[in-house]
Structures are given as structure tokens and as C-alpha cells.
């Protein structure tokens, strides 16, 4: 069988009318017994003043000003005439001595249980029900020397309360499906009303895509939750505009780094067969060839341990690492290719301190940012190298007096194969060594920062806990 979803609005529409029913029903249930038991109450208490009011002024009730006018002896206790009620008087056995009806319709006799209960001396309350109309009737024991001489019963026709219940249930009945009909249509358009911002995020959603990644939400000057979701959203499209930004940045990085040096292998090779050469020509083709091989490997390798770190699948290795030994191995490793460039590097003082970490990344590190240094200063430059603690990390400075970074340049230098200066001829290595530095540095939970000024040199500080 097919399942329909029932939209948000629509559910939200039944449960707020549902409560509002079930509210509506109990509250009206409670209105109508209480207003029912007072209004009866209030019945009984009228019933009962009178008969009492009788009861007390009775002394002889075979008396002749009792019997001989009965209407005018009420009139006379009572102050009125009763309306709408019939009273009667009765002796031990039943018989009536008096009586006054002002009812329509067929009064019943006395039913055997309130006359047992007035011979023991108590009062009793009934409603006779087959009756027409319906009668509310107390009886009353008259006691004299503790004995029940006579009975007195006031009764009152039910008309006026039957009609008064039965308009008060036709208000009900009329007016909780009329409330809960208005919530309904009410509610619906409030709750469409309410979630038209969340169509609206929907159709934007829909109409973004890779290619149209500028389309923003706009719901106008909203705060509520509705508002912040729209905001978030605008984030996360940004995020995601930014994110294909860089990958196709990267793509077009990658290209362009992998087809310098298949150009090179590819002129070459093309120069070398175009006529005979002697061994040494073949030679020094083939060792150009392997160095940009070489350099395509060293490209493909790089980027293979960025798209890993980016997944989580490389693990560390930790170790006792320590710092110093480390800083004074890379710079030993480092110090020809220095020389190479006319480049002097110079190790200051290095705090004695150690770390747990991966020895391999960090050597790689150090060396991919001290390699950094030596290639963009100047042939008589200088690159410094030192260490010190501070509060519970160890700082390593590599400082340069090279060509320095633009300002506007420092905050991309660790992306992938950015260039500052895009004029700048081409360099060794992949272009990658800043980015896996960086990455390094944030698995051991530490970070490098960059201070530079053109023409003025770097100060590259890696922070690493200890």
C-alpha cells in the first residue's frame, strides 16, 4: 500500500486543533456538570428552605385555619404564594391533609423509600423521572417528642432547569466544532504562512549547483529560527563555493605543474630523435628526462600524502622526539644545499626539549620550511634557525632576510601550489611543501605562523606542545 507524507503544515494544523478539541471537550465537560450540580444544588436548597420554613410552623396539622385554606396559610408562612412548585401534607400513613399544586401535568404519588426514610426521621431528595414534567420533590419528617406526627413534601417542576441544560448543550455543541473548525483554517494558513521560508530555502536549494554556487537565501530581516537557519545555510554555500573554488583552483595547479615538465620530456625526446647523436648528447637527454620525471614523482607523491591526510588514513607514528638533535640533523642535511646558493645558515641557541611525535613528519617539516627559506634569499643571505620554550610548546624560528611575502599573500601560502609572485621562474619541488608542513604541524596539535615583508624577509614559527 502507497504512503502519502502529510506536509509539515498540515500536521502541525491537526495536532494544534486535536489539543485545542480535546482541551475545548474536557473544559466544556467540566462546565457543564458544575453549572449542572450548582443550578441542582441551588434547586435543593430552595426546596428544602421552604419545607423547613413549613415544617417549623406546623403545630396541629389537623388544624382548621390549615386545612380549611391551605393557599392562604402558605401565603401567610411563606410571604407568597409558591410558583411552580406543589406542597403537600401528609399524616404517618400516607394520607394527604393539604395540599397545593401549581404544576401542569400528573403529579406522582409518594414513592415507599422516601416515606420509609421519613418515618425514621430523616429528609430525603428524588427525582421521578417518568413523571410529567420531571419533579425534584424533598420529603420531610415532622417531629413531635421524638415521634414523626406528619410529613411535608415540596416538589418543583424540572421544566425551567431541563430547558436551561439542554440550551446550554446546544451552545456547546455548537460552538467546539465551530472553535475547532476556525483553528483549523486559521492554523493552516499561520503554519503555511510560518514555513513559507522554509519552501523558499528549498526552491534555492534546488536551483543550487556546482556551477551557480553564488545563489544565496533571502527571507527578508528574520531573527527567529527560521532566519538563522537561512543564514546557516548561506554559510554553508559559501563554504561549499569556496570549497569548489579551491578545487578547481587546484585542478587547474595540478595541470599546470604536470605539464611543465611532460612538455620538457616531451621537446626533449622529440629533439633527440629528429637526427643520430653520440653518447654523451643521449646522455644528458636522458638525465634531463629523469629529473622531471623525478620532479613529476615528487609531485604525485606529495599529493598523494595530502589526499590521504585530508581522509585520515595516514597514522603517526609517536616517539620521544628530541628537538634538538632534530633541528641540528635537518640543518646538516640542508646546509649543502645552502652552500649550493651561496646562502649562509646559521643555527642559534636551541632550547633542550622533547615531544612526542613522528619523527620521519617532523624531519619533513622542518626541512620543507628551511628549504622554503634558503630558495627565496638571495645569494649572500641568511637563514636563521633557533628554538625556545614557551608556556608548555617549543617554538622553532626560521628566519630569512629574503624576498619576503605581500601582505595580501600571507593568509594563502599554505594552499596548495600558490604562488605569490606568479612571475617568479620555476622553482624545484612540487609547490606542496608548505601545505604538508602545515598539516604536519596541525596533527602533532600545533600550528605555524608566518610574519613577512617584502624585500625584508620571513619569520616562519612552528608551535609544537611538549
Not at 429528609?123 to 421524638?146: D, F, H
Not at 522554509?198 to 530581516?221: C, F, P, W
Not at 601582505?407 to 594552499?415: G, M, Q, R, T
Amino acid at each position: 500500500m502507497k504512503q502519502f507524507d502529510v506536509p509539515i503544515k498540515v500536521r502541525l494544523t491537526l495536532w494544534y486543533s486535536g489539543i485545542l478539541a480535546v482541551i475545548l471537550i474536557v473544559f466544556s465537560s467540566g462546565v457543564f456538570i458544575y453549572f449542572k450540580n450548582s443550578l441542582q444544588q441551588s434547586i435543593d436548597v430552595k426546596l428544602r428552605s421552604i419545607a423547613e420554613v413549613l415544617s417549623s410552623s406546623l403545630t396541629d396539622i389537623h388544624s382548621a385555619s390549615v386545612f380549611g385554606n391551605f393557599e392562604r396559610y402558605l401565603e401567610n408562612v411563606l410571604g407568597r404564594k409558591p410558583k411552580g412548585k406543589f406542597i403537600q401534607i401528609m399524616d404517618r400513613s400516607g394520607k394527604i391533609g393539604a395540599k397545593m399544586s401549581d404544576i401542569e401535568g400528573e403529579v406522582v404519588p409518594t414513592s415507599f423509600s422516601a416515606m420509609e426514610k421519613a418515618l425514621k426521621g430523616e429528609l430525603s431528595y428524588e427525582t421521578i423521572e417518568y413523571a410529567q414534567p420531571r419533579l425534584r420533590i424533598i420529603t420531610v419528617p415532622i417531629v413531635e417528642k421524638n415521634k414523626v406526627t406528619s410529613i411535608v413534601q415540596v416538589g418543583t417542576s424540572l421544566n425551567d432547569f431541563d430547558e436551561t441544560m439542554r440550551r446550554l448543550f446546544i451552545i456547546m455543541i455548537i460552538s467546539i466544532p465551530t472553535s475547532i473548525i476556525v483553528t483549523i483554517i486559521v492554523g493552516y494558513f499561520m503554519a503555511r504562512k510560518a514555513l513559507k521560508p522554509v519552501d523558499q530555502i528549498r526552491r534555492t536549494a534546488v536551483k543550487i549547483s556546482s556551477t551557480n554556487l553564488d545563489e544565496t537565501i533571502d527571507i527578508g530581516k528574520r531573527r527567529d529560527e527560521l532566519g538563522r537557519l537561512a543564514e546557516t545555510f548561506n554559510d554553508m554555500i559559501t563554504r561549499l563555493r569556496d570549497a569548489f573554488h579551491r578545487v578547481n583552483q587546484f585542478s587547474i595547479d595540478v595541470s599546470h605543474e604536470l605539464k611543465t615538465p611532460l612538455t620538457i620530456l616531451k621537446g626533449e625526446t622529440e629533439v633527440a630523435l629528429r637526427r643520430d647523436k653520440d653518447k654523451d648528447e643521449y646522455r644528458k637527454t636522458l638525465l634531463s628526462n629523469l629529473e622531471e620525471i623525478d620532479r613529476m614523482t615528487m609531485i604525485i607523491d606529495d599529493l598523494l600524502m595530502l589526499s590521504k591526510s585530508d581522509s585520515q588514513e595516514i597514522k603517526l607514528s609517536y616517539e620521544e622526539v628530541p628537538v634538538r638533535d632534530l633541528i641540528v640533523d635537518v640543518c646538516m642535511d640542508m646546509k649543502l644545499f645552502a652552500d649550493t646558493k651561496g646562502i649562509e645558515l646559521v643555527v642559534q641557541e636551541l632550547d633542550d626539549a622533547r615531544l612526542k611525535g613522528d619523527e620521519l613528519k617532523l624531519r619533513r617539516m622542518l626541512w620543507n620550511i628551511i628549504q622554503n627559506g634558503i630558495k627565496y634569499t638571495h645569494r649572500g643571505g641568511k637563514v636563521e634557525i633557533s628554538s625556545h620554550v614557551n608556556d608548555g610548546y617549543i617554538w622553532i624560528d626560521v628566519k630569512d632576510n629574503g624576498v619576503g611575502i605581500a601582505e595580501k599573500d600571507i593568509k594563502y601560502i599554505f594552499d596548495r601550489f600558490y604562488r605569490g609572485d606568479k612571475s617568479r621562474k620555476r622553482e624545484s619541488g612540487s609547490g606542496l611543501g608548505l601545505s604538508i608542513s602545515k598539516w604536519i604541524a596541525e596533527a602533532h596539535k600545533g600550528i605555524i605562523e608566518v610574519k613577512s615583508k617584502p624585500a625584508e624577509g620571513s619569520l616562519f614559527t612552528i608551535k609544537l606542545p611538549i
